[in-house]
């Protein structure tokens, strides 16, 4: 069984690498609303998912260090959309709620899913 790296695992440091580069220089210099809003959504699951599978881990949520399966990948993925497109908007006023960012993360989702499963992306 091939152990998952959580925080070091390559997918998520690229994930984070790409973050980082739209937020702080291709954002900033380029317009189009791909990169100012959803080009990070893409990112989401294979950024943010890493960290919170490691801290269900370190708090005995997870049993073992397998790579994420799809079923924790649907489960986040469902948790995240609700959250940050329904529930976030009603009470933050600067949050809008936008299905685009639903697709946007479940293609993240899904490209982070057979990467992770190790099945080909192409």
Same mark, same amino acid.
């Given at each position: 069984?091939?152990?998952?790296?959580y925080?070091?695992? &390559?997918?998520?440091l690229?994930a984070?690498?790409?973050?980082a580069?739209?937020?702080?220089?291709?954002?900033?210099? !380029?317009?189009?609303?791909f990169?100012?809003?959803? !080009?990070?959504?893409?990112?989401?699951?294979?950024?943010?998912?890493?960290?919170?599978l490691?801290?269900?881990?370190?708090?005995?949520?997870?049993s073992?260090?397998?790579?994420?399966?799809?079923?924790?990948?649907?489960?986040?993925?469902?948790?995240?959309?609700?959250?940050?497109?329904?529930?976030? &908007?009603?009470?933050?006023?600067h949050?809008t709620?936008?299905?685009?960012?639903?697709?946007a993360?479940?293609?993240?989702?899904a490209?982070?899913?057979?990467t992770?499963?190790?099945?080909?992306?192409?």
């Amino acid at each position: 069984m091939k152990r998952f790296a959580y925080l070091a695992d &390559p997918l998520c440091l690229l994930a984070c690498l790409l973050y980082a580069c739209n937020r702080w220089w291709l954002a900033p210099h !380029f317009g189009g609303a791909f990169l100012h809003g959803y !080009f990070n959504d893409l990112l989401l699951i294979p950024a943010a998912l890493p960290l919170a599978l490691w801290l269900q881990r370190r708090l005995g949520y997870r049993s073992d260090d397998r790579p994420p399966n799809w079923g924790e990948i649907a489960m986040h993925l469902a948790v995240w959309s609700v959250t940050a497109e329904l529930i976030v &908007p009603r009470f933050v006023s600067h949050a809008t709620a936008d299905w685009r960012d639903v697709v946007a993360y479940s293609f993240g989702a899904a490209v982070a899913g057979f990467t992770w499963q190790g099945l080909p992306v192409t």
